[in-house]
């Protein structure tokens, strides 16, 4: 039923004929009558456009290829082979399957988020956190919000809105990018009062900072550098002192703040939540989905009226965490109730006590498979390196660890060719996220873990290299 073209104009066939295919209705059936109209429309303007005729089977099939692109998920599951175990652009902590079960749970049906089943009262959404930090970190209370950045928003604004804050010059941080320091002050409406220099800040300098217009002092884990040489900052149990004294709020961000000792497991040493507690801050703000495990969330734990005062701010209700984070973080904080087992069931401390003997002996079972799919087209080897943790924690601390490195066959000088295989990489169903070093890619092993879903990979890689 396809009309004769007009003078001028390809020969494509109608709308109607396509839909009415037996492959137009394979298309309706799979993706839905609306986005195939769609497809088929942009399909049959852009060879109207450029001149070039068609036939169904031919629409059919550029439609198709359309839509799948199109209801390709936009956040897609990757591998992090990058060595950095919390990617901050990769989705940082992967969450274990406990918190996944309770998040899954949470989102299928109604929940007690805000209802006391003892009293059939209306009850706090905190509460099915706050119990099991209390425990975990000896604070008398704690609560939760969207993120560490929002935790600080929420303790400078209820607690220094229109007054001043003090903090060092050495510790006015930046973490990657979006979070600066003094911008997160001035958008909390807290005056920043900068003592110190860049590399020396004395009690003095503070002491001599307090006056009637302090709202509070805070001190800033500067975990993601370090100040060496002439340096001098002054200890938070000095800080906490002076804070007392003076009758203000003393508030330490941890940033990553870790609720056990790593040094169990050989990692090195991170300040965790109960030392910063025990050394006088009234306050502690750290992140759910950093060295803690868990989703993203920012944490606040210290004196139960300052945590009170935060609670009834505004601005926590535009900062809550909803019912699915909520669940997922209760069953992450279930599992520090049994640090023996801790290591296994906790995907960020697994990767990171990963021992370098395990992640080397990974290297050899895959690099003969990996040999075979580059044959020909790149040089795979293994090569010893260095893991770290990410997202700020302990950044000169790197942990020992075990990669495939791919070189490209005559690779120039220009890195055309790693850049190829890099790409390549990136574009398989289960993107592959390394690192390119030196002319070569590197792939840390220390996050993998699904070896057979990697291996899986390989021919798709082959064929990628030879298109
Ligand atoms: C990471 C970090 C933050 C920001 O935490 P988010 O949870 O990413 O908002 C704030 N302060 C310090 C010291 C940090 O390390």
Redesign the pocket.
Known sequence: MTAAPREGRAALPAVDAILRSAGGARLIAQFGRTLVLDAVRAVLAMRRESGEAGSVDTVIAEAAAALEKLMQPSQRQVFNLTGTVLH?NLG?APLPEEAIEAAAAAMRAPSSLEYDLATGRRGERDDHISGWLVRLTGAPAALAV???????VLALNTLADGRETIVSRGEL?E??GS?R?PD?MARAGTRLREVGTTNRTHLADFAAAIGPETGLILK?????YAIEGFTAAVPAAKLAGLAREHGVPFIE????GSLVDLDIWGLPHEPTVAEALAQGADLV??????LLGGP???LVVGHADLVARLAKNPLKRALRLDKIRLAALEAVLRLYADPDRLAQRLPTLRLLARPQSEIAALAERLLPAVQRALAGLAEAGIAETRSQIG???LPVSLLPSAALVLRPMGAGKSGGAVEALASTLRHLPTPVIGRIEAGKVVLDLRCLEDEAGFLDQLAELRAGLLR
């Open positions: 901050t940082r969207n993120n560490n950045a929002g935790a600080l941080i973490i990657g979070f320091l997160i800033a884990h500067t975990s993601n961000d941890l940033g990553s703000t750290f992140s759910g989905d950093k993203q969330a920012g997202s700020g924690a």
